[in-house]
């Protein structure tokens, strides 16, 4: 069996690293707004995922959280082979659209037809089926999100070299992605899931699940493909890969030889643990906002809502802090102080310090405090994508490949494990507690509504931890990736 790759290091030195002499023009802001909007696909599945997708099939539909949770688990184990394949033949793709544009306008429709899908399961279906539903459902999307996150992902680290520009363009990823994903979760709140006669409680209305699933699979299925027509011209500027054809045995070294960075290893493992702390924070995110402070829908809207200013924050925090501190330092310093924003109300209440449920001083001290550490998240992400970027041309200078799609083919499956993983711990939290199913908002026993903040609290204060003194072991700064730079300019002249 071959596959068809690029030259190996001896080869390719010359023409790979050719592009780090390449004059890259600095971005313009329709550049970096174009390439942003992509990622309102992947905010919208990845909000509806961590935040709807486990109450909506256990509590609406009627399945148990452990089922839900394995299913969940059961696709991201499949994307653990998928992410790496799609990142290793985007990096070796030829086509007059470029290396990376033909899978991501592949995956716009099907994207579209299967999110639409997963909202509205069939009816009167017996759990084992339901559940076997849900596991080809999650695959399907999961599956075709990664033919399109993982190439365009990549396009970071070759649309620009600039240390600093590459926070500023991610900025504009996460900011859009961010904001898409919001926006709908606020939509979805706010008219969507309405109380009728029959539900109460609008996050139980299943007819308001159905009607969010049919938005949300346009708006993704829009914002790829207008990503993807909007990058294209520059892309089209980029050094194609040379022809070669390798075995498989020879293209998974390569993949292992790559994967070998130091600084990469270290920032995967590190995110890894970041995100599953991420993930399960947004999955319980809905059960401690219905239940521990017992918000009302309008109260969550609103407070979905106030995370827009997160985002804005977050677009303008990140640069800077990074010109000051250099990405790992800023990047450790804003997470820490994220989580322990996060955190403190909660066990505040555990304390016994904070005020009652449905009083008007609860809903704004959350109210801010979720601002404040949502956006200290969101511009943590961000550096640490633009970290993974630069690992890019120390991976070149190594290995005389370059690998964006291999690289971030690794984050991407750590962003999907925010809501795998999360789903999972989520649902494995509820049955520990016992949390009723089909439970009404302050109908829960008090020891149940405290338990779940006992048991969760310190399961994501030592994921973080770990994560964070993993991260350590990233070496590239600001000095070092110029100095490759250099270097590879350097070889590329003198293979000429």
């Known amino acids: 069996m071959t596959v068809a790759l690029s030259d190996g290091p001896s080869a390719s030195a010359g023409q790979e690293s050719a592009a780090a002499k ?42 148990s959280a452990p089922l839900v949770g394995l299913a969940i688990m059961i696709a991201m184990i499949f994307d653990a082979f998928l992410d790496p394949v799609v990142g290793q033949i985007s990096d070796n793709w030829r086509s007059r659209w470029g290396r990376r544009h033909p899978f991501m306008y592949t995956a ?13 399961p069939p009816h009167g279906w017996p759990p084992t089926a339901l559940f076997l539903y849900l596991v080809v459902i999650a695959i399907v999307i999961r599956t075709f999100i990664t033919f399109y996150e993982v190439p365009s992902s990549a396009l970071s680290a070759e649309l620009t070299q600039g240390y600093d520009e590459r926070t500023v363009l991610l900025s504009y990823r996460y900011f859009f992605g961010w904001v898409g994903g919001l926006l709908l979760y606020l939509i979805t709140f ?25 938005l949300a699979s346009a708006i993704m299925f829009t914002a790829i493909l207008v990503s993807s027509l909007g990058t294209q011209k520059r892309a089209a500027a980029f050094h194609p890969p040379p022809r070669r054809r ?39 995110n809905i059960y401690f906002n219905t239940y521990f402070w017992e918000f009302s829908s309008r109260q969550i809207a609103t407070l979905v809502a106030g995370v827009f200013v997160s ?11 990074s010109r000051r501190l250099g990405k790992r330092a800023a990047a450790i310093s804003l997470i820490v102080t994220s989580v322990v924003t ?23 001290i959350i109210f801010g405090q979720a601002i404040l550490s949502v956006a200290l998240g969101i511009a943590g992400t961000t550096l640490v994508s633009a970290m993974i970027a630069d690992v890019v041309e120390d991976g070149e200078l190594k290995t005389g490949r370059r690998s964006e ?23 494995l939290i509820l049955s520990l507690i016992h949390f009723p199913a089909g439970a009404k908002p302050g109908q829960v026993p008090p020891e149940i509504v405290r338990n779940l903040a006992l048991v969760y609290a310190p399961i994501v204060l030592t994921l973080y931890a770990t994560g964070l003194l993993l991260m350590r072991g990233y070496r590239i700064t600001r000095a070092s990736h110029a100095e490759t730079l250099e270097r590879l300019a350097a070889r590329a002249a003198a293979a000429e």
């Open 22 to 63: 390449t004059p890259f023009p600095p971005l313009r802001l329709a550049d970096k707004l174009f390439y942003g909007l992509g990622s309102v696909a992947f905010g919208v599945k990845d909000n509806g995922f961590s935040y709807l997708l486990l109450l909506f099939y256990n509590q609406v539909v009627g399945l």
């Open 108 to 120: 716009a429709a099907p994207v579209a037809l299967s999110y639409l899908a997963l909202w509205n």
């Open 190 to 214: 706010s008219f969507l899931l309405a109380p009728d006669a029959h539900h109460r409680v609008g996050q139980t209305n299943p007819v308001g699940f159905s009607r969010y699933g049919m």
């Open 246 to 284: 390798l075995g498989l045995l020879a293209t998974l070294k390569e993949m292992v030889a790559t994967w070998s960075n130091r600084s990469f290893l270290f920032l995967t493992l590190s995110g890894l643990a970041t995100s599953m702390a991420a993930g399960l924070s947004a999955s319980m």
């Open 311 to 321: 985002a804005f924050l977050a677009l303008f925090a990140a640069a800077p802090l």
């Open 342 to 364: 996060g955190i403190c109300p909660m066990l505040l209440r555990l304390a016994g310090l904070m005020p009652p449920n449905h009083s008007p001083a609860l809903f704004i």
């Open 405 to 427: 799609g291999l690289f971030f083919s690794a984050s991407s499956l750590v962003a999907k494990a925010v809501s795998g993983v999360g789903i999972f711990a989520a649902s």
